[in-house]
């Protein structure tokens, strides 16, 4: 069914292009635009501009954020000396909801994908390399253990190795979460609860 307005038709394919939104998905959403106020729909536009025009990754953990560095960054009351190495954004978020964790992150940007073409130059693996590196940095600041906090699938567990591999030369306990995680799962889903008997049971690798 296509309508026989082209504006509506027009937000149907653009809604359509969105991850997991299929046709059916896209028209229930160009309905609901055309029941909210003209007030709501500007709301609505003027934040997906900003997240265009403001949102940036921050220069230390890469995360997104409006301001650099970002507030877990500069939050003194977290321990710095712990980083958590995830795949997402939203996995950042996801953690932050056990309220269980108290260092700091590090976000990659995915996760090594060979059949995709992703490897480690195509996430933030130097960064993160450039952390474990004390230089100037107080002693505070110093990292002691980093934690791979990545999903338990294919492509995480050839990331975690990876990284594992790579840090072992560092002065650096490296860590990953229990098993407590279904495989094949995504850690921005997981319940709170599961992410905090992870986070408790992390081993060596």
């Known amino acids: 069914m296509h309508y026989s ?9 653009q809604f359509s292009k969105l991850p997991t939104i299929g046709r059916k998905s896209a028209q229930r959403l160009a309905a609901h ?5 003209r007030e709501e729909v500007e709301l609505l536009a003027s934040a997906l501009l900003a997240v265009k025009d403001r949102v940036q990754h921050c220069t230390i953990c890469q995360n997104v954020t409006d301001i650099i560095p970002c507030a877990l ?3 003194e009351k977290r321990d710095h000396g ?11 978020v ?13 976000v990659l940007g995915g996760v090594i994908s060979p059949l995709d073409g992703i490897g480690p130059d195509n996430l933030t693996v130097r960064e993160l390399v450039r952390r474990l590196n004390p230089g100037e940095a107080k002693p505070e600041r110093r990292i002691r253990e980093v934690i791979l906090a ?8 050839t ?7 790579l840090l072992a030369p560092f002065q650096v306990e490296v860590t990953r979460l229990a098993r407590g995680l279904p495989i094949g799962g995504d850690l921005a889903f ?4 599961t992410l905090s008997r992870a986070l408790a049971g992390r081993g060596p690798l």
């Open 5 to 13: 307005s082209e504006s509506v038709e027009s937000l149907v394919e």
């Open 33 to 37: 635009v055309l029941k909210i106020s």
């Open 73 to 75: 960054c500069r939050n």
């Open 82 to 92: 712990l980083v958590c190495v995830v795949e997402e954004s939203s996995d950042v």
């Open 94 to 106: 996801a953690l932050e909801r056990t309220g269980e964790y108290f260092g700091v992150y590090h």
């Open 150 to 157: 990545v999903n338990p699938t294919v492509e995480g567990d």
């Open 159 to 165: 990331t975690a190795y990876y990284l594992a591999q």
């Open 190 to 193: 997981a319940d709170e609860a």
